[in-house]
């Protein structure tokens, strides 16, 4: 029913998860030793993250970030805004940020500075999708799913004004539905 919006399918719902899989067991070897604090960046991380971390074995602890830029746009209004808040210290600790996607690369680069300012030991990202074609900032991920093109896609926990969220992939909406 909501594939009648979709133009292409750019990543299945299988490649996503053979992707979750390799991601998780390079985590899994990498913080072995430690036990970071991943922290989610909602909303449009929670089907990654909930899939994610089924895929690291080892100790992690988890929170959540609430942070807003886009809100109905598609364009990113470069005003990082607290929704909610951690509920950890991040001081002294390993922070894994968990995204959906890094487009102008302000949500995160805001993200980085808070966390360096409040003390975290070490702060890694792994991200699904990067589009290195929209950065405004300079950030990179040190884990990323796949690159994608420069158009807005949706789905697996990326909206379009607060919709497609819930579909298994992602793809890129019909012309039309923007028009609106
Ligand atoms: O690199 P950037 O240009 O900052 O864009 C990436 C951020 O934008 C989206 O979040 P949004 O602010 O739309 O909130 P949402 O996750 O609730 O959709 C997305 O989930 C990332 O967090
Ligand atoms: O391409 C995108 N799609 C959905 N949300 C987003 N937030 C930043 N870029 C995107
Ligand atoms: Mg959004």
New binding site residues.
Partial sequence: MLQKDIEEILITEENIQEKIAELGAQLTTDYQDKFPLAVG?????LPFMSDLIKRIDTYIELDFM??????NATV?SGE?KIVKDLNTSVEGRDVLII????????????LVDLFKYRKAKSIKIVTLLD?PT???VD?KADYVGFLVPDAFVVGY???YA?KY?NLPYIGVLKKEIYSF
């Fill in positions: 960046v909602l909303k449009g991380a609430d942070v807003s830029s886009y809100g990113s990082v995204e959906d996607i890094i487009d102008s690369g302000k949500t995160l680069n805001y589009k929209g950065r405004k950030l926990g990326l909206d607060e969220r």
